[in-house]
């Protein structure tokens, strides 16, 4: 079994301000993971994923997470932020041997000038 | 873009009556996903098809039900609509033809109110 724990509901900000968005998760086995950003009434894109290989992975949008296995963590980061990140955030993780993903609730980021 | 497109995008319907929302895809992914997403709780697993007539439940399946008969389209049935299964429900697909990505790719959702 696997589960996600997003720290932090919501974050609010200043613009250009950094970030940090706050991701744990537990699983027995190996895993992927994913954020995944939703912006109001749309469906989710995905932001960055790690597979295998370098912990610190770069995403769309300026955005970049760190993988960090001995404290299952996978927090998404942004130096400088702009009103236009105002969205929900989601970290996932998958098991390399299953074909589903779990989802944490989901951070609401609030980007404000 | 994934290709993915669902249908009805919004219904309203009424305690007890049948439902069926469509989640299509264009480009032969074998991996198809239902969830519904309600506030505070993310987004949960419902039902998953990992081929032609091939499904398995989620963390929510209790009264929903699915179907997969052809690779491009996904059913997903609620069989006696109930208020608590007002949400938005996403389907989503996984991979890119001819290798596997693991990420999924979201469509637009369907808005669906029981009342």
Redesign the interface.
Known sequence: AQSVTQLD?QVPVFEEAPVELRCNYSSSVSV?L?WYVQYP??????LL?Y?SGSTLVKGINGFEAEFNKSQTSFHLRKPSVHISDTAEY?C?V?STNA????????TTLTVKP | DAGITQSPRHKVTETGTPVTLRCHQTENHRYMYWYRQDPGHGLRLIHYSYGVKDTDKGEVSDGYSVSRSKTEDFLLTLESATSSQTSVYFCAIRGTSGGETYEQYFGPGTRLTVT
Not at chain 1, 41 to 46: E, F, I, V, W
Not at chain 1, 99 to 106: A, L, P, V, Y
Request: hydrophobic residues 30%; aromatic residues 18%; charged residues 15%.
């Open positions: 509901s992927y994913f009434n749309q469906g989710l894109q995905l994923k597979l989601f996932a998958s074909g589903k993903s779990t989802f944490g609730d989901g």
